[in-house]
Nanobody, 119 residues
Framework: QVQLVESGGGLVQAGGSLRLSCAAS????????MGWYHQTPGKQRELVAR???????????NYAESVKERFTISRDNAKNTIDLQMNSLKPEDTAVYYC?????????WGQGTQVIVSS
């Protein structure tokens, strides 16, 4: 069983920065896709960023268009963690952020961490 625990959310002014962290426990494989999603009330959960294995030690990243050039995802396989550095935050980034691990067709989710960006 995989468990994901997020930390680092909070309240920040527009233009500020936050760093989210996710610690994964259980059996974690380098081939697992790991990423961050966010969700606002009444809307579906949406991909923010993800990092995935291309083979051997090569990894690639995907970002939602709305966060490109502002957010950076990083992965530490030795620690089984992923971080999301969020810079130049905007009020529209306000959401609950969820850590995700996907293995084949199976998704694991963290409990979520709230990010509020005030204008």
């Amino acid at each position: 069983q995989v468990q994901l625990v997020e930390s680092g959310g909070g309240l920040v002014q527009a233009g500020g920065s936050l760093r989210l962290s996710c610690a994964a426990s259980g059996r974690i494989f380098s081939t697992d896709v790991m990423g961050w999603y966010h969700q606002t009330p009444g809307k579906q959960r949406e991909l923010v960023a993800r990092v995935f294995n291309l083979g051997s030690t090569n990894y690639a990243t995907n970002y939602a268009e709305s966060v490109k050039e502002r957010f950076t995802i990083s992965r530490d396989n030795a620690k089984n963690t992923i971080d999301l550095q969020m810079n130049s935050l905007k009020p529209e980034d306000t959401a609950v952020y969820y850590c995700n691990l996907r293995r084949g067709n199976v998704n694991f989710w963290g409990q979520g961490t709230q990010v509020i960006v005030s204008s």
